[in-house]
């Protein structure tokens, strides 16, 4: 979903490019007839090409508002990308969970619960990562510690394919928390984008819309002109985008 705070800087900048080209050659005119009688042709002074400067202001708006759209669109998708790295990531955080707690169940009723507290110290986390970590816990100790008979005669742990079994759904939970890990990184990245993208567009918005806005003063436009005047609240939009009611 778009960011809100794009779209409301879309609004604003598409309201003051269409300001500045719809009145460009009315602001024109005024501006003629408001410093012709102060030109001095002996200096070689001409009036400024007013309009031209409107529209080329308006052009460089736009492209800095499609410019921040775009990175916000690329930050959106990269975004879309986390939830499937997540769920897989779940998923095997899932398995190895319930492999570690069926160990301890199975642990507990062969040989109690004094040699199951050496073997797995402490309770199975809820955290994947610290769920790794605990599992390689778990799978060393059951390679060092010799388990002593069972109380259940003929049932015993296979250590080591217990250990090898752990060993495999740690690595695949480890390798979906990197993933998580670097679809982080590059969320990160394109907010990073983003955020300068706005940050740029912010500047060259209170420019032209400001200029605009004293322009459009000037050829008489009073009301106009306020429509157009940048905020002081909120970079990047209008007063009057600003002061919306939802």
Same mark, same amino acid.
């Given at each position: 979903?778009? /960011?809100?705070?794009?779209?409301?800087?879309?609004?604003?900048?598409?309201?003051?490019?269409?300001?500045?080209?719809?009145?460009?050659?009315?602001?024109?005119?005024?501006?003629?007839?408001?410093?012709?009688?102060?030109?001095? #042709?002996?200096?070689? +002074?001409?009036?400024?090409?007013?309009?031209?400067?409107?529209?080329?202001?308006?052009?460089?708006?736009?492209? /800095?508002?499609?410019?921040?759209?775009?990175?916000?669109?690329?930050? #959106?998708?990269?975004?879309?990308?986390?939830?499937?790295?997540?769920?897989?990531?779940?998923?095997?955080?899932?398995?190895?969970?319930?492999?570690?707690?069926?160990? *301890?169940?199975?642990?507990?009723?062969?040989?109690?619960?004094?040699?199951?507290?050496?073997?797995?110290?402490?309770?199975?986390?809820?955290?994947?990562?610290?769920?790794?970590?605990?599992?390689?816990?778990? +799978?060393?100790?059951?390679?060092?510690?010799?388990?002593?008979?069972?109380?259940?005669?003929?049932?015993?742990?296979?250590?080591?394919?217990?250990?090898?079994?752990?060993?495999?759904? *740690?690595?695949?939970?480890?390798?979906?928390?990197?993933?998580?890990?670097?679809?982080?990184?590059?969320?990160?990245?394109?907010?990073?984008?983003?955020?300068?993208?706005?940050?740029?567009?912010?500047?060259?918005?209170?420019?032209?819309?400001?200029?605009?806005?004293?322009?459009?003063?000037?050829?008489? +436009? *009073?009301?106009?002109?306020?429509?157009?005047?940048?905020?002081? *609240?909120?970079?990047?939009?209008?007063?009057?985008?600003?002061?919306?009611?939802?």
């Amino acid at each position: 979903m778009p /960011s809100k705070l794009v779209t409301d800087r879309q609004k604003s900048a598409d309201a003051v490019c269409m300001a500045a080209e719809v009145n460009a050659d009315r602001v024109q005119a005024a501006v003629a007839t408001l410093l012709s009688p102060h030109l001095d #042709e002996s200096k070689g +002074e001409t009036l400024p090409d007013v309009a031209t400067l409107m529209r080329l202001l308006s052009r460089a708006l736009r492209a /800095s508002k499609e410019g921040m759209i775009a990175a916000d669109e690329a930050h #959106e998708a990269e975004l879309g990308d986390d939830e499937p790295a997540r769920k897989a990531r779940d998923v095997a955080f899932e398995q190895s969970y319930a492999e570690l707690t069926s160990l *301890r169940e199975i642990l507990t009723g062969l040989y109690g619960g004094a040699v199951t507290a050496q073997i797995m110290p402490g309770e199975t986390p809820r955290d994947p990562v610290v769920l790794a970590r605990f599992s390689r816990t778990v +799978e060393k100790n059951l390679g060092e510690i010799a388990l002593p008979a069972s109380r259940v005669k003929g049932a015993n742990v296979d250590a080591a394919a217990v250990k090898s079994t752990l060993s495999g759904l *740690r690595e695949a939970l480890e390798a979906k928390i990197e993933a998580v890990a670097r679809e982080v990184r590059e969320a990160q990245t394109t907010q990073v984008a983003k955020n300068g993208a706005m940050e740029g567009y912010d500047a060259l918005f209170g420019g032209v819309a400001g200029l605009l806005s004293h322009l459009l003063l000037v050829a008489g +436009e *009073r009301e106009l002109a306020a429509k157009v005047k940048p905020s002081a *609240r909120r970079p990047g939009q209008t007063t009057e985008q600003a002061e919306e009611k939802p």
